[in-house]
Nanobody, 119 residues
Framework: QVQLVESGGAVVQTGESLRLSCAASGSISRIHAMAWFRQAPGKEREFVAAIDWSGGHTYYSDSVKGRFTISIDNAKNTVYLQTTSLKPKDTAVYYC????????????WGQGTRLTVSS
């Protein structure tokens, strides 16, 4: 089992930057990849970015490509999401997920951290 704890959410202004963190613990050796998803009020959870556990490959949704950067610190078992040029439409609860099977099925989730971008 893997436990994930997100942090770093806040209320920011349009155009600002913020770094979100996701600390993993437990069966770390089972993790193949990590991802960030987000869920805005009244909307379904959507994919934001993913990274393999070695940090060699990253993937982004079109909506955040060029503005967000996912990275990993294997020594701290922590994945980061650096956000820049934030927009009100980025307002959501951000969740990190872990792929434990190598199938890109991010079935293990944290509790989420809330990011609010005010205009």
């Amino acid at each position: 089992q893997v436990q994930l704890v997100e942090s770093g959410g806040a209320v920011v202004q349009t155009g600002e930057s913020l770094r979100l963190s996701c600390a993993a613990s437990g069966s770390i050796s089972r993790i193949h990849a990590m991802a960030w998803f987000r869920q805005a009020p009244g909307k379904e959870r959507e994919f934001v970015a993913a990274i393999d556990w070695s940090g060699g490959h990253t993937y982004y949704s079109d909506s955040v490509k060029g503005r967000f950067t996912i990275s990993i610190d294997n020594a701290k078992n922590t994945v980061y999401l650096q956000t820049t040029s934030l927009k009100p439409k980025d307002t959501a609860v951000y969740y990190c997920g872990a792929d434990l099977e190598g199938t890109l099925d991010f079935g293990s989730w944290g509790q989420g951290t809330r990011l609010t971008v005010s205009s």
